[in-house]
């Protein structure tokens, strides 16, 4: 999958004023590389993404996923590429309280209407690969935040997605672990060979992208 913004932009309506959380941003992302977005709190990096991964609308410019001009695709169409293209991981872990570490991974699947035993032998494997083999059966509350966000990983890698889009994956972890979550992001990259894009301003994560892009006050720009 190749990702495309042509003078991207997104601005919001704060009370009487317009606030622009990304302006005219130009950019391509091609290839089963890791890229990283970084930049402070506030500087448009999440807007962006959200913008990339179809989960909000350009105020004007345009995104092209392949050749298609995103805003020319039903919402139906744009779910379908968000479930079965993508793959999304959040610093907030987004994992639903109710079900299991293996249910959680297992969602995807059914949302793409994969039989149930499909989604099984595929959840537990991924969940064998991550280390949670012993924790399939826990829910969210009885995992250590490392592990809800290794659940999310293998969440994100249930459809076998072209791109995973990561939101501050590593923002609500200590450094110990957030050193694990990024090797397994690289990992996910190299082995899965899959584009991996991650906005964040942990800055430990330049050691392991092939291209940073650095976001300040809605703009970007290129850095080896």
């Known amino acids: 999958m190749n990702i495309r913004t042509v003078n991207l932009t ?12 990304v302006k005219a941003v130009n950019l391509e ?88 035993e499909v989604q099984e032998e595929k959840a537990l494997k991924l969940l064998e690969r991550l280390g949670l ?21 293998a969440r994100a890698l249930a459809n076998n997605p072209e791109v995973i889009v990561a939101d501050e994956p590593t923002g609500e972890l200590d450094s110990r672990t957030a050193r694990e979550i990024i090797i397994l992001l690289q990992d996910v990259n190299e082995i899965e060979k899959t584009m991996v894009v991650v906005a964040t301003h942990d800055e430990k994560i330049i050691d392991v992208t092939d291209k940073v892009y650095t976001m300040q006050d809605g703009r970007l720009k290129a850095e080896d």
């Open 10 to 21: 997104r601005t919001f309506r704060v009370g009487s004023s317009e606030i622009a959380a």
């Open 29 to 116: 992302l091609k290839e089963p590389k890791l890229f990283a977005v970084i930049g402070p709190s506030g500087s448009g990096k999440s807007t962006l993404l959200n913008l990339m991964g179809l989960n909000d609308y350009p105020t004007s410019g345009n995104i092209f996923v392949d050749d298609a001009d995103a805003s020319q695709l039903s919402g139906r169409e744009r779910r379908r590429i968000r479930n079965t293209r993508m793959g999304f991981i959040f610093q907030t872990f987004n994992l639903f309280p109710t079900l299991t570490a293996l249910e959680n991974v297992e969602l995807p699947m059914s949302l793409a209407n994969k039989s149930q």
């Open 133 to 153: 083999s012993n924790r399939r059966d826990h829910r969210p509350k009885q995992l250590s935040m490392g592990e809800m966000q290794r659940v999310a990983i």
